[in-house]
Antibody, heavy 118, light 107 residues
Framework: EVQLLESGGGLVQPGGSLRLSCAASGFTFSSYAMSWVRQSPGKGLEWVSAITDSGRTTGYADSVKGRFTISRDNSKNTLYVQMSSLRAEDTAVYYC???????????WGQGTLVTVSS | DIQMTQSPSSLSASVGDRVTVTCRAGQNIATYLNWYQQKPGKAPKLLIYAASTLQSGVPSRFSGSTSGTDFTLTISGLQPEDVASYYCQQSYRVPYTFGQGTKLEIK
């Protein structure tokens, strides 16, 4: 059974940093591109970042470019996003998701809440 | 960025009704269009990918179609468990943009 388990969320002050993790199991992690998608309270879904299966290529939404860094450790079956210079508008539930070859998100984690507030 | 315009933002229908949600892409995205269902407090779930292919395990009352840059999600015979928000998403080009979502309720 495919499982994605996010962790690392919490309360952080504006300007602060946080690293989220997504532990994967039940599939060959190193064969899948991965993404982070977020959802602000009561709002819609926003794609944040993506990384290829090898980790060599990454992409970011303009809203987080230069502040967030996506990475992965295929030996640990874990996806990360390092978030810095956090703003109130980064407050959201952050989901990790597998990206299939057809470029759809077929498996999702349960999400981890990041709250940026003083 | 590719704009995805989804409508309506909310709708209310009766059990057994046929329900349609529409998504219009701001440019050609071929059939790189996916639909997700999100129930309150839960993660999104893939329903349909490549515009019209039903994800494994999804009930056959859900279907997707396309006409140019217009995409439609149809629920044929609404069930109480279909109460959720529905999102379209283009996967033609990064950034992978989502529609604004449609909140579906039962009358």
């Amino acid at each position: 059974e495919v499982q994605l388990l996010e962790s690392g969320g919490g309360l952080v002050q504006p300007g602060g940093s946080l690293r989220l993790s997504c532990a994967a199991s039940g599939f060959t992690f190193s064969s899948y591109a991965m993404s982070w998608v977020r959802q602000s309270p009561g709002k819609g879904l926003e794609w944040v970042s993506a990384i290829t299966d090898s980790g060599r290529t990454t992409g970011y939404a303009d809203s987080v470019k230069g502040r967030f860094t996506i990475s992965r450790d295929n030996s640990k079956n874990t996806l990360y996003v390092q978030m810095s210079s956090l703003r109130a508008e980064d407050t959201a539930v952050y989901y990790c998701a597998t990206r299939s070859e057809g470029r759809y998100f077929n498996y999702w984690g349960q999400g981890t809440l990041v709250t940026v507030s003083s | 960025d590719i704009q995805m315009t989804q409508s309506p933002s909310s709708l209310s229908a009766s059990v057994g009704d046929r329900v349609t949600v529409t998504c219009r892409a701001g440019q050609n995205i071929a059939t790189y269009l996916n639909w997700y269902q999100q129930k309150p407090g839960k993660a999104p779930k893939l329903l349909i990918y490549a515009a019209s292919t039903l994800q494994s395990g999804v009930p056959s009352r859900f279907s997707g179609s396309t006409s140019g840059t217009d995409f439609t999600l149809t629920i044929s015979g609404l069930q109480p468990e279909d109460v959720a928000s529905y999102y379209c998403q283009q996967s033609y080009r990064v950034p992978y943009t989502f529609g604004q979502g449609t909140k579906l309720e039962i009358k």
